[in-house]
């Protein structure tokens, strides 16, 4: 049989458990949430307004994950039943979300302030992502190159031309689709502006009305998933701050 030392430091270890696991668990299940709300308020709609919004519904679903974080891992409340916590744990609990979610208002601002920031995380998963969506096949059909098409003893097909569509953004996607319609297939590398040129002699072409408003759709797909990405990277910052705090609070 244990001593009352070893016993209470088994004890001491499984609520450690509890509290990793639970932290861990939070932070994987909040971005189910936070993807549904991207996807009903913020793809293919930004605005300052969708922002603010934004900011607000992450700051309730961090108060939410903190109040069963609590409830589970600080009461060992497995059931999570929230509606037992009280009104000054429930006010404090929302006042150490605030606080910590602070870091997630803060990152937005540098964001819209900076959206170059964006494309950090936009044209590295967003690119992976969207090319679980077909960018490659799009890719493939769309961009033209007269010099890999002279190679004989190659299949142009064999070639991946879906890294050009980190040349395309939110903001200029409209006027490469536009050129490309224009000049019906001529050179978008010819475009006046430097940072709209595709490299070496690639250029544009639609055969299908179909593929203009499915390449719209990837490139709105890639900016919202690499703003996705600094929200929810600094809402698990966040998260954590705020769940440490209450556990430190409680000890």
Request: proline share 2%.
């Amino acid at each position: 049989m244990g001593t009352p030392s070893n016993t209470n430091d088994l004890f001491a270890k499984n609520a450690s458990n509890n509290y990793f696991v639970g932290i861990l668990v939070a932070c994987l299940a909040f971005i189910v949430p936070l993807g549904l709300m991207y996807s009903l308020f913020f793809h293919k709609k930004k605005s300052s307004i969708r922002v603010l919004v934004l900011f607000l519904t992450t700051i309730g679903l961090g108060y939410i994950a903190n109040l069963m974080f609590y409830r589970m891992a600080v009461m060992n409340d497995k059931d999570a039943q929230i509606n037992k916590i009280t009104g000054n744990d429930a006010a404090f609990i929302f006042y150490n979300t605030l606080a910590g979610f602070f870091i997630v208002g803060i990152t937005l601002f540098a964001i819209s302030v900076s959206p170059v920031l964006v494309t950090i995380f936009e044209n590295t998963f967003g690119y992976w992502f969207v090319n679980l969506w077909g960018a490659r096949t799009l890719c493939n059909e769309i961009f033209i190159s007269k010099s890999f098409e002279n190679i004989t003893n190659i299949d142009p097909k064999d070639f991946n031309y879906s890294f050009l569509i980190t040349c395309i953004d939110y903001n200029n996607v409209e006027e490469f689709i536009e050129y490309a319609k224009q000049c019906d297939g001529g050179t978008i590398s010819n475009l006046e502006k430097p940072d709209k040129r595709l490299p070496l002699d690639f250029y544009m072409k639609f055969e299908y009305e179909d593929q203009v408003e499915k390449l719209r759709n990837l490139v709105y797909l890639k900016y919202t998933f690499g703003h996705f990405m600094w929200t929810y990277l600094s809402s698990i910052v966040a998260l954590f701050v705020s769940m440490i705090a209450l556990l430190m609070a409680s000890s």
